[in-house]
């Protein structure tokens, strides 16, 4: 069983910066899509930023202009570089690795902290 295991997550001041990682736990082929969802207390999960095998990249609007999401493909890793953060940032990280509609992988989450 395929594991994704994510890090960098944790405490930051309001306009500071993370990134964050997540690996799979073995090799994975057909990656369509590496993916960031958050989900914050008492709202659903949303997508943060979305990359497909081919490099194009989608961004939920309230990151636009401040998180850049990339991937390594030959690592199978996706990273989410978070810069000038906001306190409504706050939220469990969870990436996600799509190989079909119907066939995909989550990690466990992790937590950002932003503090004003």
């Known amino acids: 069983q395929v594991q994704l295991v994510e890090s960098g997550g944790g405490l930051v001041q309001a306009g500071g910066s993370l990134r964050l990682s997540c690996a799979a736990s073995?090799?994975?082929?057909?990656?369509?899509?590496m993916g960031w969802y958050r989900q914050a207390p008492g709202k659903q999960r949303e997508l943060v930023a979305r990359?497909?095998?081919?490099?194009?990249?989608n961004y939920g609007d309230s990151v636009k202009g401040r998180f850049t999401i990339s991937r390594d493909n030959a690592k199978n890793t996706v990273y989410l570089q978070m810069n000038s953060l906001k306190p409504e940032d706050t939220a469990v990280y969870y990436c996600?690795?799509?190989?079909?509609?119907?066939?995909?992988?989550w990690g466990q989450g992790t937590q950002v902290t932003v503090s004003s």
């Open positions: 996600n690795f799509v190989i079909t509609w119907n066939n995909d992988y």
């Open positions: 990359i497909t095998s081919g490099g194009t990249t």
């Open positions: 073995r090799s994975i082929l057909g990656i369509n899509a």
